[in-house]
């Protein structure tokens, strides 16, 4: 054992730049991967969509489009940013001026007041090809 722990000793710069290497060339691999990815496939958002204010309120699960860079960043927190639009199934959509975000759950202006404020949680995030 204290012949192992010698060894280690001895070759412990070599160990650590072995390792940094690794880790750098790992971290390569992984931003390839993702320029690839995102070469090929997009993300579809879809969204709980509720109208705030109104008695009787139906929530839509619609697809969005998100302004603001990445969204969901590797623990899976949501980042600052709003919902440009909601498309709803007949062809009709509602576009944002703007959101502000509490506990994952959006609060967006539309650019016409009279569309109301909405309120808007992350449902999914579908991959599809380009």
Request: hydrophobic share 35%; charged share 25%; with cysteine.
């Amino acid at each position: 054992m204290k012949n192992i722990l010698k060894t280690l000793l001895d070759h412990s710069t070599e160990i650590i730049v072995g390792l940094f290497i690794l880790a750098a060339i790992l971290g390569i691999v992984k931003l390839a991967y993702r320029r690839i990815e995102s070469y090929f496939f997009k993300k579809v958002i879809y969204v709980y969509a509720c109208p705030q204010n109104t008695q009787n309120s139906k929530c839509y699960k619609v697809r969005a489009d998100y302004f603001g860079g990445a969204w969901i960043n590797e623990g899976n927190d949501y980042e600052p940013g709003y919902f440009e639009k909601i498309y709803f199934d007949n062809g009709g959509y509602i576009a944002f001026n703007s959101c502000e975000i509490n506990d994952k759950t959006y609060t967006c202006y539309p650019e016409d007041d009279k569309d109301g404020i909405w309120n808007l949680q992350i449902s999914e995030v579908v991959k599809v090809k380009k």
